[in-house]
Nanobody, 129 residues
Framework: QAQLVESGGGLVQAGGSQRLACADP????????MGWFRQTPGKERDFVAS????????YYADSVKGRFTISRDNTENTVYLQMNSLKPEDTAVYYC??????????????????????WGKGTQVTVSS
Protein backbone atom coordinates (compact mmCIF):
# COMPACT_ATOMS: atom_id res chain seq x y z
CA GLN A 1 0.00 0.00 0.00
CA ALA A 2 2.99 2.29 0.60
CA GLN A 3 0.87 4.57 2.73
CA LEU A 4 3.75 5.72 4.90
CA VAL A 5 6.20 8.38 3.79
CA GLU A 6 9.82 8.30 4.92
CA SER A 7 12.15 11.26 4.78
CA GLY A 8 15.60 12.23 5.98
CA GLY A 9 17.77 9.81 4.08
CA GLY A 10 20.97 10.81 2.37
CA LEU A 11 24.73 10.58 2.42
CA VAL A 12 26.64 10.86 5.67
CA GLN A 13 30.20 10.13 6.73
CA ALA A 14 31.03 7.36 9.14
CA GLY A 15 30.65 8.57 12.69
CA GLY A 16 28.02 11.09 11.71
CA SER A 17 24.34 11.31 12.46
CA GLN A 18 21.11 11.27 10.53
CA ARG A 19 17.47 11.47 11.53
CA LEU A 20 14.74 9.73 9.63
CA ALA A 21 11.08 10.60 9.89
CA CYS A 22 7.96 8.75 8.87
CA ALA A 23 4.57 10.36 8.50
CA ASP A 24 1.44 8.25 8.88
CA PRO A 25 -1.61 10.04 7.52
CA UNK A 26 -5.18 8.80 7.69
CA UNK A 27 -4.87 6.21 10.44
CA UNK A 28 -5.33 5.93 14.17
CA UNK A 29 -1.65 6.53 14.70
CA UNK A 30 -1.63 6.25 18.48
CA UNK A 31 -2.93 2.68 18.35
CA UNK A 32 -0.28 1.45 15.92
CA UNK A 33 3.12 0.03 16.59
CA MET A 34 5.65 1.76 14.37
CA GLY A 35 8.82 0.15 13.15
CA TRP A 36 11.92 0.72 11.09
CA PHE A 37 13.47 -1.96 8.89
CA ARG A 38 16.35 -1.83 6.48
CA GLN A 39 17.38 -3.77 3.41
CA THR A 40 20.42 -4.06 1.17
CA PRO A 41 20.58 -5.79 -2.23
CA GLY A 42 20.42 -9.55 -1.94
CA LYS A 43 19.52 -9.45 1.73
CA GLU A 44 16.35 -9.80 3.72
CA ARG A 45 14.59 -6.80 5.12
CA ASP A 46 15.95 -6.66 8.65
CA PHE A 47 14.44 -5.24 11.79
CA VAL A 48 16.03 -2.08 13.14
CA ALA A 49 13.74 -0.63 15.80
CA SER A 50 10.11 -0.35 16.80
CA UNK A 51 7.99 1.52 19.28
CA UNK A 52 4.61 0.57 20.66
CA UNK A 53 1.56 2.78 20.48
CA UNK A 54 0.13 2.16 23.91
CA UNK A 55 3.11 2.77 26.16
CA UNK A 56 5.92 3.88 23.87
CA UNK A 57 8.14 0.91 24.69
CA UNK A 58 11.05 0.68 22.29
CA TYR A 59 12.79 -2.33 20.79
CA TYR A 60 16.11 -2.41 18.97
CA ALA A 61 18.21 -4.74 16.92
CA ASP A 62 21.46 -5.62 18.66
CA SER A 63 23.42 -4.03 15.85
CA VAL A 64 22.02 -0.57 16.57
CA LYS A 65 21.60 -0.57 20.35
CA GLY A 66 23.27 2.42 21.91
CA ARG A 67 23.49 4.23 18.59
CA PHE A 68 19.92 4.54 17.29
CA THR A 69 16.90 5.93 19.09
CA ILE A 70 13.32 5.52 17.96
CA SER A 71 10.68 7.97 19.11
CA ARG A 72 7.21 9.08 18.14
CA ASP A 73 5.18 12.23 18.25
CA ASN A 74 1.55 11.24 18.40
CA THR A 75 0.38 14.82 17.98
CA GLU A 76 2.03 14.89 14.54
CA ASN A 77 1.51 11.25 13.54
CA THR A 78 5.23 10.88 13.04
CA VAL A 79 7.85 8.36 14.09
CA TYR A 80 11.55 9.18 14.09
CA LEU A 81 14.77 7.25 13.97
CA GLN A 82 17.77 9.14 15.28
CA MET A 83 20.91 7.45 14.02
CA ASN A 84 24.21 8.34 15.66
CA SER A 85 27.73 6.97 15.25
CA LEU A 86 26.84 5.68 11.83
CA LYS A 87 28.89 2.94 10.26
CA PRO A 88 29.24 1.89 6.63
CA GLU A 89 27.38 -1.28 7.59
CA ASP A 90 24.32 0.87 8.26
CA THR A 91 24.04 1.68 4.57
CA ALA A 92 20.66 0.45 3.38
CA VAL A 93 17.23 1.45 2.27
CA TYR A 94 15.28 2.19 5.41
CA TYR A 95 11.59 1.40 5.53
CA CYS A 96 8.96 2.63 7.90
CA UNK A 97 6.22 0.21 8.90
CA UNK A 98 2.99 0.31 10.88
CA UNK A 99 1.19 -2.55 12.56
CA UNK A 100 -2.18 -2.68 14.29
CA UNK A 101 -1.66 -2.75 18.03
CA UNK A 102 -3.74 -5.86 18.67
CA UNK A 103 -1.19 -8.00 16.84
CA UNK A 104 1.61 -7.32 19.30
CA UNK A 105 0.70 -9.90 21.90
CA UNK A 106 4.28 -10.89 22.68
CA UNK A 107 7.67 -9.21 22.54
CA UNK A 108 8.74 -11.24 19.54
CA UNK A 109 6.00 -9.65 17.44
CA UNK A 110 7.81 -6.32 17.49
CA UNK A 111 10.72 -7.78 15.55
CA UNK A 112 8.75 -9.59 12.87
CA UNK A 113 8.01 -8.23 9.42
CA UNK A 114 4.73 -10.11 9.42
CA UNK A 115 3.45 -7.99 12.30
CA UNK A 116 3.38 -4.88 10.17
CA UNK A 117 0.55 -4.07 7.82
CA UNK A 118 1.65 -0.93 6.03
CA TRP A 119 4.99 0.09 4.60
CA GLY A 120 6.62 3.12 3.13
CA LYS A 121 8.58 3.05 -0.10
CA GLY A 122 11.89 3.49 1.68
CA THR A 123 14.61 6.09 1.92
CA GLN A 124 18.26 5.50 1.10
CA VAL A 125 20.87 6.01 3.80
CA THR A 126 24.46 5.80 2.63
CA VAL A 127 27.33 5.93 5.10
CA SER A 128 30.71 6.59 3.56
CA SER A 129 34.01 5.54 5.08
Amino acid sequence: QAQLVESGGGLVQAGGSQRLACADPGRAFTTFTMGWFRQTPGKERDFVASISGNDGRAYYADSVKGRFTISRDNTENTVYLQMNSLKPEDTAVYYCAAGAGYKFISSSRYYARSSYDYWGKGTQVTVSS
